[in-house]
C-alpha cells in the first residue's frame, strides 16, 4: 500500500511539473506577480498633489517596459498632461504635442498583448488603429474594461497614489489638464516633489487639446 502511495505521489509531481513547463512566462507571471524593484518601478509626480508609483513588468512586455524608462531618463514625460481623461474608464497622457496625436522620435513599438487584464490601475499603452503603432502615450485605468485585453498592450499597474490618479481632471481635452510635473524611474532615486513645488508647478496654464485613442 505504501508503495503505491508513492509511486502515486511521484507520478502526480511529474504531471504537475509538466503543466507548469507548458504555461506561458506571463500567464505565471499573472498568477505570481514578481516583486517589484527599484528599476523597475515608474514614478509620476502629479499635479493633482502627490506621486503615483507603477510596476512596470518587462517580464510580459519588455520593450514597452524599455521604451518608458528610455523616455523617462530623457525627461520626455515632463510637463506632459493627460489630455483624454473618460470617467470610470481612463485617462491618457505621454503626449508632447497634448493634442493626442504626438509620440518621442524613436520608432513605434510592435504590440507585446499578453494575459496581463485591462483591470483598476492598469498601465497600458495607447496607439493607433495600426496594432503596432504604440509610442509615448499610455493611459491608466480608472475601472476594469476587460474587451481591451489582447487589443492594447499592458506593461505595468498602480501600486501606490491611485487617489492621485483618481483626481485627474476629466474632459476631452479637460479644461484644465493635469500634469505630469516629473517622471523618475525608481532606481534614480529621485526624491518626489514638495506641496510647495506641486502647488508652484499645478498652477503653470495649459495648452488646449485634441483627444484620440483607446476607444470605449
Excluded at 1 to 29: I, Y
Excluded at 174 to 190: E, M, W, Y
Aim: net charge neutral.
Amino acid at each position: 500500500m505504501r508503495l503505491k502511495s508513492l509511486v502515486a505521489l511521484v507520478t502526480a509531481f511529474f504531471f504537475a511539473g509538466a503543466l507548469a513547463a507548458q504555461t506561458p512566462p506571463t500567464a505565471k507571471a499573472l498568477v505570481v506577480p514578481p516583486a517589484p524593484t527599484a528599476e523597475n518601478t515608474w514614478h509620476l509626480d502629479l499635479s493633482t498633489g502627490g506621486r503615483v508609483s507603477i510596476q512596470l513588468r518587462p517580464d510580459a512586455a519588455p520593450n514597452h517596459v524599455e521604451r518608458i524608462k528610455t523616455l523617462t531618463r530623457e525627461g520626455f514625460y515632463d510637463g506632459t498632461i493627460f489630455h483624454r481623461v473618460i470617467d470610470g474608464f481612463m485617462a491618457q497622457g505621454g503626449d508632447p504635442t497634448g493634442t493626442g496625436t504626438g509620440g518621442s522620435k524613436l520608432p513605434d513599438l510592435a504590440a507585446e498583448f499578453n494575459i496581463l487584464p485591462h483591470v483598476r490601475g492598469a498601465v497600458s499603452a495607447a496607439r493607433a488603429r495600426d496594432a503596432n503603432s504604440a509610442n509615448s502615450q499610455f493611459f491608466i485605468m480608472f475601472a476594469p474594461r476587460l474587451s481591451l485585453d489582447n487589443d492594447y498592450t499592458v506593461f505595468g499597474r498602480v501600486i501606490g497614489g491611485m487617489n492621485y490618479v483618481d483626481a485627474i481632471a476629466r474632459g476631452e481635452p479637460p479644461v484644465n489638464p493635469t500634469r505630469v510635473l516629473r517622471a523618475s524611474i525608481g532606481s534614480d532615486n529621485v526624491p518626489p516633489l514638495s506641496a510647495a513645488e506641486i502647488a508652484a508647478a499645478a498652477g503653470q496654464p495649459a495648452a488646449p487639446v485634441q483627444a484620440t485613442t483607446p476607444r470605449q
